[in-house]
């Protein structure tokens, strides 16, 4: 999933202790409040260090320079993160360049990454109404342009300096009706809105802060804002478990790195309240419940389907009520020749290469063409890719995109899915990423799968690269969100009734 947000950050900067007088500390903050708030009148420089903990635990660091001249707004940063997956320890360093105007407003950015040995990179240039990105991954580029509303600010988790920059084009004693503000994020290709619905003041970790309501699309956001210098002192993503915190000072990187399996497999599942024999060929069910979850970047809910009917409430971030599930049994005959020309029956963003789904890579392609070379029909091809990553693919905790996945070897139920789809589309097969909750061990578990396009009578048929299920898909996966999304970890009522289910004979 996407766990590289899950960070924590701790300030080494603080202004405002270096005067003993209260006197001289309250005219100091009245002075840089006014300068800072909303225009930068004239230059200077800043630079903050922090830690970063994943699900708690101390995992790297990060570090920002500011340096506001006169018409524009220069940034240089750099994070460094180490986790343990699968056995495996692997690092991500990502450093940045930026240049923004006086507002906020990003106009050139650059964001080099590089994780173990592969080098990826994320290049922004702001052009009129127009957001022009480069994405290079292993020496193959991907140009994409993005309409771009006026204004528009730079948003992204990895590179929390963005929200200082942000913050302070906002009056937050005034924040009563709400606010909806257009963001970029680079490595998704998205414009995003940041909608802050409420702020209140308070006090935290011995500072004056507003406290900020809101949502980034449909990921619920806390923020708490220093309330006269308007830097970032914490932020809370609850749906990719993610909490940033600043301090006085930074600390050193700990030679253990921080372990992901407590995150994936301790705290994202429900319990359920019987056990179900067989779960594989689990033909029918129907359970009671509450799920609170969220999605990211461009993901939206996916309650009603086909093969789920949902009665209850739903919202963004959750639904409670009764699902009944039926198993989808494919696919006798209704599958098309292949190939076959997709192109007018679907989005094209589910033909296309995208960051975590490189389709157009070479080895992608070799790979989808070797695999697909005697096939006759489409649905055959399907089969053929979920056999391949069922079995030559190893599960693990390894989070990668399809093409780390296919050169690694193995990977999470999330990194499996995004290989089958990007074989499918490296053959013109539209595919899509599909997320919610399977039942495993007397549980149900956040899981992820695929869904393909392999006629226009059947559409939308799902297939589970993890647990192998392609003619029989069985009744235990309950399906939450289309693209990216999570569960909230830790809900109070994680218990899922099992009301009725029927087994396939």
């Not at 979850?293 to 639904?319: C, D, H, L, W």
């Not at 020309?341 to 995208?354: A, N």
């Given at each position: 999933m996407n766990h590289k947000n899950v960070l924590q950050m701790v300030m080494k900067k603080s202004l405002g202790h270096f005067f003993p007088s209260p006197f001289s500390c309250l005219f100091l903050i009245i002075c840089l409040a006014s300068l800072v708030s909303f225009k930068f009148l004239r230059a200077g420089e800043e630079t903050y260090s922090y830690n970063l903990l994943f699900n708690g635990k101390k995992a790297g660091y990060h570090t920002v320079t500011f340096n506001y001249r006169e018409k524009e707004i220069f940034v240089e940063a750099t994070t460094f993160y180490r986790i343990k997956a699968g056995g495996k320890t692997r690092e991500f360093s990502f450093e940045e360049k930026g240049l923004y105007g006086v507002r906020g407003e990003?106009?050139?950015?650059?964001?080099?990454?590089?994780?173990?040995?592969?080098?990826?990179?994320?290049?922004?240039?702001?052009?009129?109404?127009?957001?022009?990105?480069?994405?290079?991954?292993?020496?193959?580029?991907?140009?994409?342009?993005?309409?771009?509303?006026?204004?528009?600010?730079?948003?992204?988790?990895?590179?929390?300096?963005?929200?200082?920059?942000?913050?302070?084009?906002?009056?937050?004693?005034?924040?009563?009706?709400?606010?909806?503000?257009?963001?970029?994020?680079?490595?998704?290709?998205?414009?995003?809105?940041?909608?802050?619905?409420?702020?209140?003041?308070?006090?935290?970790?011995?500072?004056?802060?507003?406290?900020?309501?809101?949502?980034?699309?449909?990921?619920?956001?806390?923020?708490?804002?220093?309330?006269?210098?308007?830097?970032?002192?914490?932020?809370?993503?609850?749906?990719?478990?993610?909490?940033?915190?600043?301090?006085?000072?930074?600390?050193?990187?700990?030679?253990?790195?921080?372990?992901?399996?407590?995150?994936?497999?301790?705290?994202?599942?429900?319990?359920?309240?019987?056990?179900?024999?067989?779960?594989?060929?689990?033909?029918?069910?129907?359970?009671?419940?509450?799920?609170?979850?969220?999605?990211?970047?461009?993901?939206?809910?996916?309650?009603?389907?086909?093969?789920?009917?949902?009665?209850?409430?739903?919202?963004?971030?959750?639904?409670?009520?009764?699902?009944?599930?039926?198993?989808?049994?494919?696919?006798?005959?209704?599958?098309?020749?292949?190939?076959?020309?997709?192109?007018?029956?679907?989005?094209?963003?589910?033909?296309?290469?995208?960051?975590?789904?490189?389709?157009?890579?070479?080895?992608?392609?070799?790979?989808a063409l070797q695999l697909s070379s005697s096939a006759k029909y489409s649905w055959d091809v399907v089969r053929n890719f979920n056999l391949f990553v069922k079995d030559s693919i190893r599960y693990e905790t390894f989070a990668g995109n399809a093409l780390e996945t296919l050169l690694h070897g193995g990977g999470n139920s999330t990194s499996k899915a995004l290989l089958l789809i990007a074989l499918c589309r490296a053959v013109g097969i539209p595919a899509r990423l599909i997320g919610g909750l399977v039942y495993f061990d007397r549980a149900f578990v956040q899981h992820n799968w695929a869904e393909v396009f392999v006629s226009d009578s059947l559409q939308w048929v799902p297939v589970d690269p993890t647990l192998g299920e392609d003619r029989f898909f069985n009744a235990t996966h309950i399906s939450l969100w289309i693209g990216y999304g999570s569960l909230t970890p830790g809900q109070a009522e994680g218990v899922i009734e099992i009301i009725d289910y029927k087994v396939k004979k």
């Open positions: 990003p106009r050139i950015y650059n964001l080099n990454l590089t994780v173990d040995d592969s080098t990826s990179s994320v290049k922004l240039t702001m052009v009129g109404d127009s957001a022009f990105i480069d994405v290079i991954f292993e020496e193959k580029i991907k140009k994409s342009a993005l309409y771009t509303p006026k204004p528009v600010y730079l948003l992204d988790n990895n590179m929390l300096d963005h929200y200082t920059i942000l913050f302070r084009q906002i009056d937050f004693s005034k924040l009563k009706e709400g606010l909806i503000l257009n963001v970029v994020t680079p490595q998704i290709l998205r414009v995003q809105t940041l909608e802050l619905t409420s702020s209140i003041r308070d006090t935290l970790l011995g500072r004056e802060v507003y406290k900020v309501s809101g949502r980034l699309g449909e990921a619920p956001v806390v923020i708490y804002v220093d309330a006269a210098m308007k830097y970032l002192v914490k932020l809370e993503l609850p749906a990719q478990n993610f909490e940033a915190i600043s301090s006085t000072e930074a600390e050193l990187l700990p030679e253990k790195p921080a372990e992901i399996s407590d995150l994936f497999i301790g705290n994202l599942f429900l319990r359920a309240s019987r056990k179900i024999e067989s779960p594989n060929k689990v033909a029918y069910l129907k359970l009671k419940g509450r799920v609170e979850f969220a999605t990211v970047g461009q993901g939206v809910n996916y309650i009603q389907n086909r093969m789920q009917k949902f009665i209850g409430s739903e919202a963004p971030e959750f639904a409670e009520g009764v699902f009944e599930i039926v198993a989808n049994e494919c696919c006798k005959g209704d599958s098309v020749l292949f190939p076959h020309d997709f192109s007018k029956r679907v989005s094209p963003e589910y033909l296309s290469s995208e960051f975590m789904i490189p389709s157009e890579d070479s080895s992608i392609i070799k790979k």
